[in-house]
């Protein structure tokens, strides 16, 4: 059974970079595609970024360059980082897998930025 | 970028009733459709994806059309356990989700 766990810190400053691990059991991270999704409280669900193995990445627009993602095929794990954080980045932030869609999901994690 | 206009935001049903969500595509996304449910402090589940095809495990009351750019979920039989929020999501060009439909109790 494939298991996604994303870790990192639960509160982050303003201005500062946001940086998220995902950690993959129960298969590789050598196929497929993997995603990082964010949904702030009481919100909807916004997809950030994914990564291939390859290195073949696409990020959201939105985010105008301050994201970028990273795979450690020899760790099974993958990374996140946002950078330049404002209040508006407080969200659980989930990893997710993609084969036709995202059939497997990390429980997310609180990030909340505050001084 | 492919917005997703879901509706309705919210609706309240009984068990037994029939309920359906509509997703509109502002373009072209072919049978990349996928519909989600999520419970609250989770992570979204797969229902459906290529328009009407069911994930593994999903039970049959669920099911999802299409009509030109217009997606459907059904639920032909609202059971307790479905009571929870629903996101369709494209994954023709980028990913997008819909913003959500509230399914709650009558």
């Known amino acids: 059974q494939v298991q996604l766990q994303e870790s990192g810190p639960g509160l982050v400053k303003p201005s500062e970079t946001l940086s998220l691990i995902c950690n993959v059991s129960?298969?590789?991270?050598?196929?497929?595609?993997w995603h990082w999704i964010r949904q702030p409280p009481g919100q909807g669900l916004e997809w950030l970024a994914y990564?291939?193995?390859?290195?073949?990445?696409k990020s959201n627009a939105s985010l105008k360059g301050r994201i970028s993602i990273s795979i450690d095929t020899s760790k099974n794990q993958f990374s996140l980082k946002l950078s330049s954080v404002t209040t508006a980045d407080t969200a659980v932030y989930y990893c997710?897998?993609?084969?036709?869609?995202?059939?497997?999901w990390g429980p997310g994690t609180l990030v909340i930025v505050s001084s | 970028d492919i917005q997703m206009t879901q509706s309705p935001s919210s609706l309240s049903a009984s068990v037994g009733d029939r309920v359906a969500i509509t997703c509109r595509a502002s373009?072209?996304?072919?049978?990349?459709l996928a519909w989600y449910q999520q419970k609250p402090g989770k992570a979204p589940k797969l229902l459906v994806y290529?328009?009407?095809k069911l994930q593994t495990g999903v039970p049959s009351r669920f099911s999802g059309s299409a009509s030109g750019t217009d997606y459907t979920l059904s639920i032909s039989s609202l059971q307790p356990e479905d009571f929870a929020t629903y996101f369709c999501q494209q994954y023709y060009s980028a990913r997008t989700f819909g913003q959500g439909t509230k399914v709650e109790i009558k």
């Open positions: 373009q072209v996304i072919r049978t990349s």
């Open positions: 290529g328009v009407s």
């Open positions: 129960g298969g590789s991270v050598n196929s497929f595609y």
């Open positions: 997710a897998r993609e084969a036709i869609a995202y059939d497997y």
């Open positions: 990564i291939h193995y390859s290195g073949v990445t």
